[in-house]
């Protein structure tokens, strides 16, 4: 038997034992979307419905708000929220309207309740009356993910609009800070907030300074509130993927058709992680039962890149 038939046999092998789902690898079809994105039009589908999951009643009679909820990894977090028995509001651009009854089905098909709130986080006034609506149709709100992001790649940082950085930090660290300072009002002592960071709040990304700024922000803005809430029992945390399979990176203006074909390939296991594979991580940081004692971390979901610490 030669190497390379052993190492298929073997790599075969490892994923009969471990029971898991295939996993689309690059190279995907060539694919461009204007922004903001569609999943219903991304070509393989995400996968966010988490097969091999297992719920546990961990969120059980919560009340949770999604941003982003209609796709990517906020629909896979939405989704499991209501299988772990969370009621869900998810809020989502109107044009993104398909992608949220989507996103509804898969939620009330576990026997919860959910919450369209369509609205512009750009909008002070919109990051406000989200939460309100949240507590008014579901009684409260025990878990706040802000998830919701825009992105653009630049070749270089002289390509970079003051609307572009403005539209960019507004959408993705504004609404985050504004969405807590409406929510903590309504939030008990157990109750979780949990950020969506990036690789690139880490490591940074050429071709994307202003969102790996803004991402970078979130961590440090995460670990100071963390801090802060500690005496007031409610845990502050983010998650860091690496590429995600969702809309947000075949609508980006600055990344063309081949770019999105190879997708992902430059990660150590050599393809974008699907959406169910982060999903674990927010019901993790979101359950008093697994992370009760997590406050002011950045969890790494990066398909093996390391960094310090």
């Not at 398909?98 to 309740?113: G, Q």
């Not at 390509?159 to 950085?165: A, K, R, Y």
Request: charged share 20%; with cysteine.
């Amino acid at each position: 038997m030669s190497a390379n038939t052993r190492s298929t046999g073997q790599a075969n092998l490892d994923q009969d034992v471990a029971g898991l789902s295939p996993r689309p690898e690059p190279p995907f079809p060539k694919q461009h979307q204007k922004a903001p994105g569609r999943e219903s039009r991304l070509d393989p589908a995400p996968q966010y419905q988490a097969a091999e999951y297992k719920p546990a009643g961990k969120l059980s009679g919560r009340v949770a708000l999604v941003t982003g909820g209609d796709s990517g990894i906020g629909r896979a977090v939405a989704t499991l929220y209501a299988r772990e028995g969370a009621s869900v509001a998810i809020s989502y651009l109107p044009d993104e309207q398909a992608d949220a009854e989507t996103t509804r089905e898969a939620i009330e098909a576990e026997n919860v309740r959910c919450v369209l709130l369509p609205g512009d986080l750009t909008q002070k006034s919109f990051c406000d009356k989200l939460v309100e609506a949240t507590v008014e149709h579901l009684g409260g709100i025990d878990i706040l993910v802000s998830n919701a992001a825009h992105q653009a790649r630049k070749e270089s940082l002289e390509d970079l609009t003051d609307e572009e950085l403005e539209r960019t930090f507004s959408t993705n660290f504004y609404a985050y800070v504004r969405l807590v300072r409406a929510a903590l009002p309504h939030m008990n002592p157990g109750a979780a907030i949990i950020a969506t960071s990036s690789e690139t709040g880490i490591q940074g990304s050429k071709h994307l300074p202003d969102y790996s700024a803004s991402k970078g922000a979130i961590n440090a803005f995460t670990k100071t509130l963390a801090q802060e809430l500690i005496p007031r029992g409610i845990r502050v945390n983010a998650v860091a993927p690496g590429p995600v399979w969702t809309p947000l990176n075949p609508s980006d203006a600055g990344t063309g058709p081949d770019d999105i074909s190879h997708f992902g390939e430059q990660s150590p296991m050599g393809r974008p992680a699907q959406p169910d594979e982060l999903a674990p991580a927010y019901v993790f940081l979101a359950s008093n039962a697994d992370s009760s004692y997590i406050t002011g971390i950045v969890l790494q979901v990066m398909g093996g890149e390391t960094t310090g610490g």
